[in-house]
T-cell receptor, first 116, second 111 residues
Framework: EAGVTQFPSHSVIEKGQTVTLRCDPI?????LYWYRRVMGKEIKFLLH????????ESGMPNNRFLAERTGGTYSTLKVQPAELEDSGVYFC??????????????FGPGTRLTVT | AQRVTQPEKLLSVFKGAPVELKCNYS??????LFWYVQYSRQRLQLLLR??SRESIKGFTADLNKGETSFHLKKPFAQEEDSAMYYC?????????????FGTGTLLAVQP
């Protein structure tokens, strides 16, 4: 079974440009999460989809970040316009539908974003 | 506030020595605690969770609600244990089950 995949693995863009990150969860996983690790800091939650609906987007830093999950399959995270502080590693994770007990979250390899 | 604290950025031990990676948490409610591990060039993966109360790769972790700790222990470290270890808490209310991570501890096992 294929794991969570993310594309691209690394992106280098200039400040002010736009970047779109993609995440393909494990097939059948309703829950999709985005996290980010900024250099030297902890991995932080950004948002959570259940199928195509945003369950929790409390971690989104500002309105330059837009996440979508049309059709409840893959998800995209767009940063527009990118700023220097957006540099970091963006992780995607997916899990089965929770039913009272947390299901394991399976992580993708991450996308390293560098804004220059 | 919900928080996970891992006080050590780096822990270096010799092969065969005992290992204890510290994790303390702050959470109002009944938390679910996890240890995730990231080996070199691999993705983040779940090592163990407190509700399972199992030993994985020789590692164990006991949830101590009085001390709000979830330290990870192994009696005899192996070189292949060298990795980044993250303690995480599941919370946030509702059905989100989002993970709150600590800053991680790099475990280096010397031969």
């Amino acid at each position: 079974e294929a794991g969570v995949t993310q594309f691209p693995s690394h992106s280098v863009i200039e400040k002010g440009q736009t970047v779109t990150l993609r995440c393909d969860p494990i097939s059948g996983h309703d829950n999709l999460y985005w996290y980010r690790r900024v250099m030297g800091k902890e991995i932080k939650f950004l948002l959570h989809f259940v199928k195509e609906s945003k369950q929790d987007e409390s971690g989104m830093p500002n309105n330059r970040f837009l996440a979508e999950r049309t059709g409840g399959t893959y998800s995209t995270l767009k940063v527009q316009p990118a700023e220097l502080e957006d540099s970091g590693v963006y992780f995607c994770a997916s899990s089965q539908r929770p039913g009272g007990v947390s299901y394991e979250q399976y992580f993708g390899p991450g996308t390293r974003l560098t804004v220059t | 506030a919900q928080r996970v604290t891992q006080p050590e950025k780096l822990l270096s031990v010799f092969k065969g020595a005992p290992v204890e990676l510290k994790c303390n948490y702050s959470y109002s409610g009944s938390p679910e605690l996890f240890w995730y591990v990231q080996y070199s060039r691999q993705r983040l993966q779940l090592l163990l969770r407190h509700i399972s109360r199992e030993s994985i790769k020789g590692f164990t972790a006991d949830l101590n609600k009085g001390e709000t700790s979830f330290h990870l222990k192994k009696p005899f470290a192996q070189e292949e244990d060298s990795a980044m270890y993250y303690c995480a808490l599941s919370g946030g209310g509702g059905a989100t089950n989002k993970l709150i991570f600590g800053t991680g501890t790099l475990l280096a096992v010397q031969p």
